[in-house]
């Protein structure tokens, strides 16, 4: 019998429930409880693991798990070598360096001969030898932010979402050393079942194309459809459907999210009415 495929996402943090909801829109049936390590998919032979997310990348490199859900800065972070297989639009942030607001510090060169404390010390010692910097780079788990008030260092390498908590703690970012987002990842126990981790990688792709997209039908005169069609970045050509009045025609349609608010305007003013824009569950290329 072949072993179940394992994939490993966050147990918690912020990768944790849009990892879980991506995987549930993808139609994959499991449950998540708290107290579980170990979640077998009801309809996919699979089984979900639910470990730190600092765990994963090292539970994919010693094989425990075949695929994985990290952020870009955790694999950036570690020395394993692994396959990204896409990138997953969610827990976008940035790794960036930051000092306290009456430092007089404004460019990260003006930091050689001084401190930082991250929870990122490979990749910090990276940035700064990349720019020929002499910055101690001073690890620490947790509560990075505070390292500055409690004189451990000059400044800090962290990860800024919406920046809230650097004002909170009187910082002020001057450099950005990592874009970071949630990935999917594979180990060297992937090799071999290329058939399961595409298809894996197909269900997250198709949720993913679906959720930046939207199914948009109209009805107009017959005369404007070529300057409507002209309006429409569809992924092909859109649906022309004849109508029961021979003057008129449907036309469905396939658009970005974010161009919907933009078009509407455009088609009405072209002759469409009766427009309606659904979401759409899945879109495969």
């Known amino acids: 019998m072949t072993e179940r495929l394992r994939l490993a996402i966050p147990n918690k943090g912020r990768l944790a429930e849009p990892a879980v909801k991506l995987l549930r829109d993808a139609g994959l049936e499991f449950d998540p409880h708290d107290r579980r390590l170990v979640a077998p998919v009801e309809n996919l032979a699979l089984d979900i693991l639910f470990v730190r997310a600092n765990d994963i990348v090292e539970f994919l490199a010693d094989g425990v798990a ?3 859900i990290t952020g870009v800065d955790l694999l950036a972070e570690s020395d394993a070598t692994l396959r990204t297989l896409r990138r997953l639009g969610f827990g976008h942030c940035a790794l960036s360096v930051a000092v306290p607001d009456e430092s007089t510090y404004r460019t990260v060169d003006e930091l ?6 991250t929870a990122h010390p490979n990749v910090a010692r990276r940035y700064f030898a990349e720019r020929g910097l002499d ?11 505070v390292a500055p008030r409690l004189g451990l260092a000059e400044a800090i ?12 703690n009187g910082l002020r970012p001057i450099a950005e050393v990592l874009a970071s987002e949630a990935v999917l990842v594979a180990g060297p126990a992937a090799e071999g079942r290329a058939d399961e981790v595409a298809a894996i990688d197909l269900m997250l792709a198709a949720v993913l194309a679906a959720r930046s997209s939207r199914y948009l039908m109209m009805n107009a005169p017959s005369a ?17 459907i004849p ?7 449907a036309i469905h349609s396939v658009v970005g999210a974010d161009d919907v608010w933009r078009l509407l305007p455009s088609l009405r003013a072209a002759g469409a009415s009766g427009i309606l824009v659904l ?6 290329g």
């Open 243 to 249: 109508l029961a009045n021979p003057d008129m025609i």
């Open 279 to 284: 979401p759409i569950e899945l879109m495969v």
């Open 157 to 168: 390498v962290d990860l800024v979402s919406t920046g809230s908590t650097l004002a909170m």
């Open 135 to 145: 910055v101690d780079v001073i690890p620490l788990s947790g509560a990075v932010e």
């Open 224 to 240: 404007q459809l070529e300057i409507l069609r002209s309006l429409l970045p569809a992924l092909a050509s859109p649906s022309v």
């Open 112 to 117: 050689a001969g001084s401190r930082a404390a």
């Open 66 to 68: 075949d695929v994985g």
